[in-house]
């Protein structure tokens, strides 16, 4: 039976390992699913392990995805254009890496943002400069955006992400700015969209933006996984905006996983109820969106 390890750091808790562990008990698939927690300079041993018999790849988890991007002996497009990786699939003992994240922002702005792409708004606001901001970025700039600017609490982390795509979006104004109060509200004022793969607002009741600042009828994307609204999508529909969060882009990207992993078409609504089981949810309170 073919092994596929989840490879993070400091486990807690894993929607990723209960959503395709429904997915392939509703397919059929025998395979078994297993963690590895592995530090940093673990990586490398632990994808030199892959490469041997028995293994179908493995789903990459923080803070790896960057760092696995250097280690496959191929990357997707996607994983290329993000420098990360979040799903590495083994073929003959050659890895290839994906990045399915970026599947999963394609849906989450699909599902708010108008049906015809041409009439996107073409400026936006990052919040975060990990593997998902980097997703983010990757879907604008590809998507014809014509100003992005990337905030992080630590501004060099977000001037690395501009770095890595400084040769795709030179047709464009990308930006890393430092995380203040007045930036913030200067270049929301000028974006329609934003975006938040900070990881702040998980916890109940947090909010990456103070009260008061969102500009009105926002379109916004809050990649917070755990709730169904947290109080930066209230505040953004309270002021005309339309919002989702997170939910909708996780399964998206969830469900091109198994693809990839599995080359069969996922059960999409399986893997919608295990997911809400997974974060308490009722089964319609996930991938919320609204106006």
């Given amino acids: 039976m073919l092994r596929l390890p989840i490879i993070g750091q400091s486990f807690t808790h894993s929607a990723a390992e ?26 490398a041993d632990a994808m030199a392990e892959l490469r041997g018999a028995g293994f179908a790849g493995a789903l990459i988890e923080a803070p790896h ?40 922002v ?21 919040l975060g400069a990990g593997g998902g901001a980097r997703a983010v970025v990757s879907v604008l700039i590809s998507s014809g955006f014509l100003r992005v600017a990337v905030f992080n609490r630590h501004l060099h982390r977000a001037e690395a992400l501009v770095a890595h795509f400084a040769r795709s979006a030179k047709h ?21 969209l934003l975006i938040n793969a900070s990881g702040i607002g998980a916890e109940a009741g947090s909010s990456p ?15 917070v996984l755990n709730h ?38 996922p059960p999409s609504e399986v893997m919608r109820a295990a997911l809400a089981i997974e974060l308490g949810l009722p089964e319609e309170g996930t991938a919320v969106v609204g106006d």
């Fill in 18 to 43: 209960a959503v395709q562990r429904a997915a392939l008990e509703a397919a059929r698939v025998e395979l078994v699913i297993e963690r590895w927690e592995r530090r940093p300079h673990q990586l």
């Fill in 228 to 265: 169904e609204t947290t109080p930066l999508m209230r505040e953004a529909k309270e002021r005309g905006g339309t919002v989702a969060n997170g939910q909708a882009s996780f399964l998206a990207g969830s469900e091109a996983t198994f693809r990839l992993i599995v080359d069969q078409e």
């Fill in 106 to 126: 394609r849906a989450g702005l699909a599902a708010i943002l108008p049906k015809v792409q041409g009439r996107w708004p073409r400026q936006a606001v990052v």
């Fill in 172 to 192: 464009m104004e990308l930006r890393a700015l430092p995380w203040h109060e007045t930036i913030l509200e200067a270049e929301l004022a000028r974006a329609r």
């Fill in 209 to 223: 933006i103070p009260a008061g600042m969102l500009p009105a009828d926002l379109f916004l994307l809050d990649l």
């Fill in 65 to 104: 995805k960057e760092k696995t991007a250097g280690l496959v002996n191929a990357l997707s497009d996607d994983a290329r254009s993000t420098g990360a990786v979040n799903l590495v699939v083994r073929d003959r003992g050659r890895l290839r890496g994906h990045n399915t994240d970026v599947d999963g």
